[in-house]
């Protein structure tokens, strides 16, 4: 579970300070899968990023399953980032000179799990996601929606309690777009809480709960349903 | 952190980024190639010149005639100055309290043959005193020097060098034969070898015999001494000294240095070992020059590689990498690709100086060059904790930013 309350966000840039969240509060509960939604600058990505200890934030609270996120030092940070979150970038960030198998075994290396046992590990993740035979593959030779998959796989491999995904069909044509949100769906259904930033309708349409962000402050939280409606 | 799975992750990381590895490789295994290289080219020089000084005493004092180039008394100038024994006497009387081994020397004249059954070589037959030995450094392997009761009795003895023995005899026994000197027999009383290569060309009689037996006379071509327990600026003033002996004994102007040659080793073994420091001083010059190269270059490219690595650092960082696995792995790289390129680099230094001294013969210039392989091992050593300091700065300054800083880094 994920509470939030009066979440500031500045950042500095030379003499300017540039307000990008300014009082955000709200709470994700297990299992759910939530979209944020905004035009760019709204300050969605940023929140993400906060939300998976990427980036520090500035002021209020951050809860994660009752635990304090205040002040965490890099190595703890690594250490949260490995056992709760599982992410999903628009451009994939997969390690170019390791196979899709091995990008995908990664997360258990730093969780000390033996090599045998992560690859395969990994092999399960990949045939999860339908790219069993591209196990040997580099990602430079897969294309976009089976690089996201990759990644998805990857996300999942540590059995995280959530997934975070920053506009995860981005780079991904109409098609391929449904296919990586049919995938996240079934991951939401087998109980992963699912946090989507997208600034596409079609995309957010597909999740159960939509989080609407401007400039920095949230204008609507609701069903999803309720909120398409007000649109 | 030192787990097989670290190092896999190690070799998969080298392996897969070849060209870099190649690079940073490269640069260490040339510094260190280079360094091996040039300390053996110094050990050479050095060996070299210390060799040609072992070849002679290094506190002997040559003297040789000359012709005078300054009129003295109403004597024109030009004249030749002709040694005789008198010479070596009244220098021996006048300045005995320092000399240890002395001799005069008289080169016989005519065809200089040398002859034993069929066989016939031509080399320089010199009249010695039994001090030659000492002075020349002509150590015989076999038999004897020349000694005193050879000079009392004028014998017909020889002392031949190796080389010439092996001319004559072959493999047979030299030791008790007679050979003929300009038809002369003499008989042969021991076998020399000297170090250095051309004074090995020549054999030496006792000076009487020499004198008595080829009509020399009383004339001497050169004397020479060695002399004990004075400074190079004692045998100074000695030069001087001798100097205004011969030139009232022959008539010539003290200040005219071309009537008569001093060769004062003392003095040249002194300006020798200056020279020896300064080739040291030199080839340290240059081997910290090359470190320092091989360091800013592994410094260097550590540098770009942890640049060009900030977006996988990110990557690691955003699935669970903590900062220290970060430097770490960063840093074994480092030292695991200079310790094997420096590795290679010393082998290869040294490989190349070996087939050097193997194919090259040892010459008066160059001998033996040989790199002292604890400064080797030590430069490798050096090398491979700067790899390590120069990938351990920027790898803390990567894994120190916020992964979504790195992650943005393209």
């Given at each position: 579970m994920i509470t939030i309350k009066d979440l500031h966000k500045s950042y500095i840039m030379g003499q300017n300070s540039l307000h990008v969240l300014k009082g955000i509060e709200f709470t994700i509960n297990d299992g759910e899968l939530v979209s944020i939604m905004g035009s760019s600058g709204s300050g969605k990505s940023t929140l993400l990023n906060i939300l998976g200890l990427l980036d520090s934030y500035d002021e209020g609270t951050f809860h994660l399953n009752g635990l304090t996120m205040e002040n965490l030092s890099e190595s703890k940070a690594a250490y949260y980032r490995n056992k709760y979150f599982g992410f999903v970038f628009q451009s994939f960030?997969?390690?170019?000179?390791?196979?899709a198998q091995e990008n995908i075994a990664l997360p258990l290396y730093y969780q000390g799990v033996s090599r045998k046992k992560r690859n395969q590990i990994a092999l399960e993740y990949l045939t999860k996601v339908g790219l069993r035979d591209w196990a040997h593959h580099l990602p430079s030779e897969m294309s976009g929606g089976q690089k996201q998959r990759v990644a998805i796989a990857r996300a999942l491999v540590t059995d995280p309690s959530v997934i975070l995904a920053d506009?995860?069909?981005?780079?991904?044509d109409s098609q391929t777009s449904l296919e990586v949100m049919e995938l996240l769906t079934q991951i939401n259904n087998e109980g992963k809480t699912v946090i989507i930033v997208t600034h596409e309708q079609e995309v957010s349409a597909l999740t159960n709960r939509i989080i609407r962000l401007r400039d920095g402050l949230i204008l609507e939280d609701g069903p999803t349903e309720k909120v398409l409606a007000n649109v | 952190m030192f787990s097989i799975d670290t190092w896999q992750e190690i070799f998969a990381t080298i392996g897969k980024n070849k060209l870099r590895s190649f690079l940073t490789a490269f640069s260490v295994a040339w510094g260190i190639f280079m360094l091996i290289v040039l300390l053996g080219a110094g050990q050479g020089l050095q060996n070299a010149v210390k060799a040609s000084f072992e070849s002679d005493a290094v506190n002997s004092i040559w003297i040789y005639p000359g012709r005078t180039s300054k009129e003295y008394k109403g004597l024109q100038p030009g004249r030749l100055t002709q040694f005789n024994n008198r010479d070596y006497s009244e220098t021996m009387f006048l300045n005995d309290n320092n000399i240890e081994y002395s001799t005069s020397n008289v080169y016989v004249r005519g065809s200089r043959t040398i002859s034993y059954g069929k066989e016939e070589v031509s080399y320089s037959i010199i009249g010695s005193y039994p001090g030659m030995r000492d002075i020349e450094q002509a150590?015989?392997?076999q038999g004897r020097f020349i000694n005193q009761i050879d000079m009392d009795e004028s014998r017909k003895s020889v002392v031949l060098s190796e080389k010439i023995r092996k001319e004559l005899f072959k493999n047979k026994e030299a030791l008790g034969e007679w050979v003929n000197l300009n038809k002369i027999p003499f008989k042969v009383i021991g076998i020399f070898e000297d170090v250095n290569e051309r004074e090995n060309d020549r054999v030496f009689i006792p000076f009487t015999t020499a004198q008595r037996s080829f009509g020399m006379s009383n004339q001497i071509n050169n004397l020479a001494f060695t002399v004990t327990g004075l400074s190079v600026s004692e045998t100074e003033k000695l030069e001087t000294k001798l100097r205004k002996q011969f030139a009232s004994r022959h008539s010539f102007d003290p200040e005219d240095d071309r009537a008569m040659y001093i060769n004062n080793s003392l003095k040249n073994f002194q300006q020798i070992s200056l020279l020896f420091i300064g080739i040291s001083a030199f080839v340290w010059l240059i081997g910290i020059g090359t470190i320092i190269a091989g360091i800013v270059g592994v410094s260097n490219i550590m540098l770009i590689v942890v640049k060009e690595r900030t977006k996988e650092i990110g990557i690691r960082k955003a699935i669970g990498a903590p900062p220290r696995s970060i430097i770490t792995h960063i840093m074994m790289e480092a030292v695991l690709i200079t310790t094997i390129a420096g590795y290679f680099g010393l082998v290869l230094g040294v490989g190349v100086l070996e087939l050097f001294s193997a194919l090259v013969p040892p010459s008066d210039f160059f001998r033996n060059p040989e790199a002292n392989i604890q400064i080797a091992l030590s430069a490798t050593v050096l090398l491979i904790i700067c790899g390590a300091i120069a990938g351990f700065v920027p790898a803390r300054r990567a894994a120190k930013i916020k992964p979504i800083v790195a992650l943005r880094d393209e």
């Open positions: 960030n997969l390690i170019s000179f390791k196979n506009e995860p069909t981005g780079a991904l | 150590n015989p392997i």
